[in-house]
């Protein structure tokens, strides 16, 4: 039973919030049309077609006793004046014309045969004249029969058609005006959502300013200091790693200017070497916290980024195949995002024997990179830690064999920054690793 309830639930309920505001609007004033047609034509215009039918009825028996009861001359006037005062189309014939009691047609011919039949105790029969919905109601009299034909504008009254034309239409006019007002309201929620998501691909709205109900003003004010927040403490830590850079180099310059006058040896290569380590591993940890670091966003083609990368690498004794889809733009703090592509790179030619195939393609509205290689992989335990910092692995394949166990988690800081996702599996193809990096276009 709750799987059923959850099952309608999701099915029937809309997912964006207009279209709840507008559920919750509709289907209460659907309903409230509903009950109050019900009630009008159950109770009230019930009523009023039976009124309405009994004076017709009343008509009718009024000329059918002034008919049997008057001379010639007299029916002629009988006939014009319930034309022109009654819309009663009357003809009179003499003799007898083989009448079938009864009626046809629907509820309001037979309340009508009752009537009449009731007070006039004669043969009546009753019938739809045309398909205009005019009555023909065939009465046999004494001397002969009448033919009166009742059009059907009396059973009718523009009452029915106001009230639902009115109902109607200030339910659907009030239905757009909330409309309006609920994209407006809606409108807001969604430049903070816009805002947000940019703001988590690494792209700072300045523009945008918190509008709509207090609510919505206080969120968006609450995102915009919470922005300002996260701003100024990745440029303080920027700033710190700044100083803690030159600090550390300072004293590892002077060592190796004072290595350099002294007399080469094997010591003193090595300290030399150990040096160089040294500002290889500040380097990379300097970049690894720095993150995305001030670096502007551009809207570029990534085809043509990825064709250089791969043009380079050709020349290695690699074969490096490539099947990039043209002319794909997208926003991108290049520099950070190629190293990134070319960190990956350089691993997968590093542990290919002999191939490394790279692709680019869109699916609906995500870009989509694959790097594989012919490797020897990494094992499916391993393939979450090695995107920790300073993690290494110690078998047939290790990332980064001459850095500090920093080149993925700089890729993944970078896929990330751009709002992307990267992922390790097996290649299908070639054999040993699959990577895939999924940015949002």
């Known amino acids: 039973m709750y799987k059923t309830i959850k099952f309608l639930r999701d099915r029937l309920i809309p997912d964006t919030l207009l279209a709840r505001l507008l559920m919750i609007l509709v289907i209460p004033t659907a309903l409230t049309q509903i009950v109050a047609a019900y009630i009008f034509y159950e109770r009230h215009w019930s009523d009023v077609s039976e009124k309405i039918l009994n004076s017709i009825a009343g008509d009718v028996v009024m000329v059918a006793h002034f008919m049997e009861n008057s001379e010639f001359l007299d029916r002629e006037k009988i006939i014009t004046l319930a034309h022109d005062n009654m819309r009663l189309d009357i003809q009179y014939r003499l003799g007898k014309m083989n009448i079938r009691s009864g009626y046809k047609g629907e509820e309001k011919l037979s309340l009508l045969y009752t009537v009449i039949t009731n007070r006039l105790k004669k043969k009546t029969n009753i019938e739809y004249a045309n398909i205009t919905g005019d009555i023909k109601v065939t009465i046999q009299l004494s001397r002969g029969y009448i033919i009166v034909n009742i059009p059907n504008k009396r059973f009718s009254t523009p009452t029915t058609y106001i009230f639902i034309l009115w109902m109607t239409g200030t339910a659907f006019i009030l239905t757009v005006i909330a409309t309006i007002f609920c994209r407006n ?157 070319i960190n990956v790179i350089e691993n997968s030619v590093l542990y290919a024997k002999n191939q490394v195939k790279i692709s680019l393609m869109t699916l609906k509205e995500e870009l989509i990179i694959t790097i594989e290689d012919d490797g020897p992989g990494i094992p499916a335990d391993k393939r979450d830690m090695v995107f920790k910092p300073f993690y290494r692995l110690d078998h047939s394949r290790n990332l980064n064999i001459n850095g500090v166990g920093l080149g993925l988690s700089i890729v993944r800081e970078a896929v990330n920054g751009h709002g992307g996702q990267i992922e390790l599996t097996d290649s299908e193809s070639l054999h040993g690793l699959k990577t895939i990096i999924t940015l949002p276009l």
Do not use: W
């Open 185 to 341: 309201q809606v409108r807001s929620i969604t430049k903070l959502s816009k805002v947000a998501d940019d703001f988590g691909k690494g792209f700072k709205s300045s523009y945008f300013k918190p509008t709509g109900a207090l609510e919505v003003r206080r969120a968006g004010g609450a995102f915009l200091q919470m922005q300002e927040r996260i701003i100024r403490q990745i440029n303080q830590r920027t700033e710190m790693l700044a100083g803690v850079s030159h600090d550390l180099r300072t004293p590892l310059t002077r060592m190796k200017l004072q290595l350099a006058m002294l007399e080469p040896s094997q010591e003193i290569r090595e300290l030399e070497h150990d040096i160089n380590d040294m500002e290889y591993m500040i380097q990379h940890y300097i970049d690894f916290v720095q993150g995305e670091g001030t670096e502007k966003v551009q809207y570029v083609c990534i085809s043509d980024l990825l064709i250089q990368i791969v043009n380079f690498y050709n020349v290695q004794k690699i074969s490096v195949i490539s099947n990039i889809e043209a002319n794909i733009m997208i926003n991108l703090k290049v520099n950070i995002f190629k190293r990134a592509i």
